[in-house]
């Protein structure tokens, strides 16, 4: 059993690790399905927002004092629309505000369409070390219908010319249960990413969320969508076949090549404190989560580099309850195949896991939905217990007094 211990770095002292997020609301179209904060935007107006951007980081990083940086994302949108020039000063601002772990993982999402060899040789020098790109699909007519801007073969000039530029860690998105999607299609979307071997592949089922354009056209049309016993069988299919090209899951829908999971979402799902930066980015410190203001036009003007500080931006600030960290130890360390261990529950919370939830335990190891293992040390989802975690996890909320 694959187990995490990323937190470590001896240079650090006694800082505890910190994930920084940065959020790029621009991309050059808007797919179909996509119900994130983003939108295309002139050239003037994304140059204003990477001021705004260091122009946070800057205000901010005294509060984060304490923490040394362990991982960095950036996240959108599409954060590969930005120069190489632009992505250096952001890379820049945070060395300059923050200590930056020796090991720092820094994490650059992109699409196919939006990446040369100048730009990524550009990123590799500002110290962007894994390259996340958003193939979604390797067919030509699934791609056509999510609205993404590029093909296949767009995909792979820009994947082999990351491998040029020096990226040795790379993540691939693929995206199952589309519009018009076979298993057969699925399938050869899958060998043909993982033949690549790329260090990193998510593979996430398609979601229509309510105000997108799939929404109003498939909330309608069920039936041009793949049948629950076709998605079923591509879900079966996506282990078996990723575990024949070297790749273990480690997460509910993360799979990598040895020692190349994600630290920067391995930190989300269990609890490491994160800041995010940019339009909408979300945060937890402390035991503390807020957001940032998701107006386009309130966020360049409270983060005018021009301007004197008068506000921070932050909205929805919450506090969390102790009931509430229960919950999300539960229901976001369980998403991990390693699952969760007794020990830290007990260290962070003064209390067992059978305490708190014995009856929810009792009737979950009784359906077979989860395990507890290594001496009872460790509590995991079961195969079938990841096959219906939504249930599962959704049984861990506590009701507070």
């Known amino acids: 059993m694959m187990m995490f211990d990323y937190k470590a ?28 904060l983003s939108a295309p935007a002139a050239d003037g107006v994304i140059a204003r927002y990477v001021d705004a951007l260091c122009c946070q980081i800057g205000r901010e990083a005294k509060e984060y004092r304490d923490f040394y940086v362990r991982t960095v994302f950036f996240g959108g949108g599409t954060p590969s629309l930005l120069s190489a020039g632009q992505i250096r000063k952001i890379m820049a601002q945070i060395k300059t505000d923050f200590e930056l772990g020796k090991d720092a993982e820094v994490t650059m ?8 060899e100048e730009k990524l040789a550009g990123c590799r020098a ?24 590029h093909d296949y073969d767009t995909f792979l000039k820009n994947y082999k010319a990351a491998r040029k530029a020096g990226f040795t860690n790379i993540n691939v998105d693929l995206m199952s249960a589309l519009p018009g999607q076979t298993v057969e299609g699925w399938l050869d979307t899958l060998c043909k990413t993982a033949a690549l071997s ?24 069920t039936e041009e969508l793949p049948s629950e016993e076709e998605e079923r069988t591509m ?60 107006s386009l036009t309130e966020y360049l003007r409270i983060f005018d580099p021009s301007e004197a500080e008068t506000e921070t931006g932050k909205r929805e600030v919450q506090p969390l309850s102790v009931p509430e960290r229960m919950e999300e130890f539960m ?23 059978r305490e708190i939830y014995g009856n929810v335990l009792d009737r979950l190891e009784e359906e077979e ?28 909320l506590l009701e507070e007094e």
């Open 235 to 294: 879900y079966e299919q996506t282990q078996a076949v990723l575990k024949q090209y070297g790749y273990h899951r480690y997460e509910i829908s993360n799979y990598a090549k040895a020692g190349k999971e994600c630290l920067h979402n391995i930190g989300y799902w269990d609890r490491t404190d994160y800041v995010g930066f940019g339009l909408g980015a979300a945060s937890m410190v402390n035991n503390v989560r807020w957001k940032i203001t998701d």
């Open 198 to 221: 790329p260090e990193h592949i998510s593979a996430y089922s398609l979601i229509i969320e309510e105000g997108t354009p799939f929404f109003e056209y498939y909330g309608k049309k």
């Open 9 to 36: 770095d001896p240079a650090a002292g006694e800082k505890r690790p910190l994930g920084i997020y940065l959020h790029i609301p621009f991309c050059r179209q808007k797919c179909l399905y996509c119900d994130f």
């Open 331 to 353: 229901f976001l360390g369980l998403r991990m195949t390693a699952g969760v261990s007794a020990g830290a529950f007990r260290e962070q919370f003064g209390a067992g896991i």
């Open 109 to 116: 999402e992109s699409n196919p369409g939006t990446l040369d």
């Open 369 to 396: 939905l989860i395990l507890f293992y290594d001496d009872e040390k460790r509590l995991k989802l079961t195969p079938r217990g990841i096959d219906v975690s939504n249930y599962v996890l959704a049984q861990f």
């Open 126 to 149: 500002a110290g962007i070390n894994r390259l996340s790109i958003g193939l979604q699909s390797a067919q030509e007519k699934e791609l056509k219908a999510l609205g993404r801007i």
